[in-house]
């Protein structure tokens, strides 16, 4: 998509952004090293009166020495596990969390811009980001308050008194998306954060500028050391920290090659704890019963919200042989009347890719489809320019084709036939993924056993309805090589956390002293207030 500044709304125009801080220790300090630039896939006039990638600014390319000396902060912070964060009470964790979010409210305006220009995702889905993102801090401090007033108690069995909680596990590493960088980074930060663990984080390669109207949150929000920020190459700043051994748990939203390298870096695998949100290939099963208005209408936004660039887009369609022509007529001329334009634009349903080759990437799987025997069946299905691809709808697809097996993460539409159940049930239990599916018809008797089986398969049964993440209250996970952990409102703070408790026998020595312990209320730990 080609624009001149002029042409782009007064408050979404940008000047280039020279991020020259990183944030270590509490402090943000000057780089002085290599800069790397950062583009946008959104074309505008240069200097030379030329339309080419729009320069939004500069990020330190950061190395191993930088790495590591926010290594060095996060591992001083947490002390081993004596250091003031991890110690701390519940409430003045609670404290610094508000704080934070409040500041970061102040900066919306700001990240949404950037989530515009940085990875091209539309005005309402930019601000439905950054919205649900500060719902989900909200929602986190709440449900992590109650976590603290259920802990809030003694329990007795055979003798002997307990005090349980949840407690931090170390030091953690944390890499976020591209398509998300700011709600599914936060969805692994935040919660790792409020159970007391120290975190390095590093944004994402798309999406990095955006964090930085956050940094000075970040670092009058939270002790110094807890929070280190730092920019670069993951294989030159993330790698050398694995290989320290001093990480306590990858936290990673990414693919499973990345999390595999990163992981044989460790040096003592038995020791890190994994919280990862991989690949998924998620399929529809359309039913010769289904409601095709709505089904079409599921499988529009699950295939190309976005352009498709999420783990949770519908990744292939399974079509019932009875409806496959009268589906397949229906949806192609439902894709061919999307908007494609800038991210501003009005009623705008598809816009510019961020990541450079990926038009040519999703032309190859045209290509490699096309001359295995598919056909691309709407009319403006792989128009190709610079930064963009019209979503082509493929059919027929067969297994030999790559767009069956390879996570396309962009806008090409893979759909096959099928006459019996057992076809697309028995390729969801031979695939290498197993995230979520969608599952569109209305006979109980049909659709009962299917999610006997399928619940079996995935982690998400989507009835009548694309796949989705939210609402972020549900779990978040995978099978197979999809997901390690869950994660959720609820289900993150276990993710970041272990059980630990105080015991003591039943005897008046010791109750004596778990007595002073509570009346005194000298112990973070032993306590049973109740959080407002």
Not at 48 to 73: F, I, K, N, R, S
Not at 421 to 448: C, K, R, W
Request: glycine letters at 6%.
């Amino acid at each position: 998509m080609n624009t001149t500044q002029k042409e782009v709304p007064a408050q979404f125009q940008v000047a280039p952004l020279s991020q020259n801080t990183y944030l270590v220790n509490g402090e943000l300090k000057p780089w002085e090293g290599k800069m790397t630039e950062v583009y946008s896939s959104i074309h505008t006039v240069n200097t030379q009166g030329e339309y080419t990638p729009t320069l939004l600014g500069t990020v330190p390319h950061m190395t191993g020495e930088g790495a590591l000396d926010a290594l060095d902060a996060a591992c001083t912070a947490y002390n081993k596990g004596q250091g003031v964060w991890p110690t701390m009470k519940v409430a003045d964790r609670v404290a610094c969390m508000e704080k934070f979010v409040a500041q970061m409210k102040t900066q919306r305006d700001e990240v949404v811009k950037l989530l515009m220009w940085e990875i091209g995702k539309s005005l309402p889905d930019s601000q439905k980001e950054f919205d649900r993102t500060v719902d989900y801090i909200y929602d986190t401090i709440e449900d992590y308050k109650q976590l603290d007033r259920n802990s809030a108690k003694f329990q007795k069995h055979e003798g002997v008194h307990a005090h349980i909680r949840r407690g931090p596990l170390g030091v953690v590493l944390c890499l976020g998306p591209y398509n998300y960088p700011l709600n599914e980074t936060f969805a692994l930060l935040i919660p790792a954060l409020i159970m007391g663990n120290t975190a390095i984080f590093k944004p994402a390669k798309h999406g990095v500028l955006l964090i930085t109207p956050l940094l000075e949150a970040f670092r009058s929000s939270f002790p110094a050391g807890v929070v280190n920020i730092i920019y670069g190459r993951g294989r030159e700043v993330a790698a050398p920290i694995m290989k320290t051994g001093k990480v306590d748990v990858l936290a990673l939203i990414g693919n499973s090659k990345s999390a595999i390298a990163l992981q044989d870096q460790h040096p003592n695998k038995n020791r890190l704890r994994l919280v990862l949100g991989l690949e998924a290939k998620n399929p529809a099963i359309v039913l010769p019963d289904a409601d095709l208005d709505l089904a079409i209408d599921e499988c529009i936004t699950g295939t190309l919200s976005f352009n498709g660039q999420r783990c949770t887009a519908l990744k292939i369609l399974y079509v019932h042989d009875d409806i496959i022509s009268e589906f397949n007529r229906r949806f192609a001329e439902r894709v061919d009347t999307l908007k494609f334009g800038n991210p501003w634009d009005e009623g705008v349903k598809l816009t510019p890719l961020p990541e450079p080759d990926k038009p040519d990437y999703i032309q190859g799987l045209i290509d490699d489809a096309v001359d295995k025997g598919a056909k691309v069946i709407n009319e403006k299905g792989g128009q190709i320019t610079e930064n963009y691809i019209f979503p082509a709808v493929l059919y027929p697809v067969t297994k030999e084709m790559r767009v069956y097996e390879e996570e396309q993460f962009g806008p090409v539409i893979p759909i096959l036939s099928f006459k019996d159940i057992e076809e697309p049930l028995n390729d969801m239990a031979e695939s290498n993924y197993g995230q979520q599916v969608s599952l569109f018809g209305q006979d109980v008797q049909t659709i009962a056993p299917l999610i006997d089986t399928l619940v079996n398969l995935v982690c998400r049964v989507n009835l009548n309805s694309s796949c989705q993440r939210g609402p972020d209250v549900y779990p978040f996970t995978g099978r197979k090589d999809s997901a390690v952990s869950t994660l959720s409102v609820h289900d993150a703070l276990r993710s970041f956390s272990i059980r630990t408790f105080v015991a003591s026998k039943d005897n008046p020595y010791n109750n004596k002293i778990l007595q002073d312990l509570l009346d005194s209320k000298a112990s973070n730990f032993v306590n049973t207030d109740y959080i407002l």
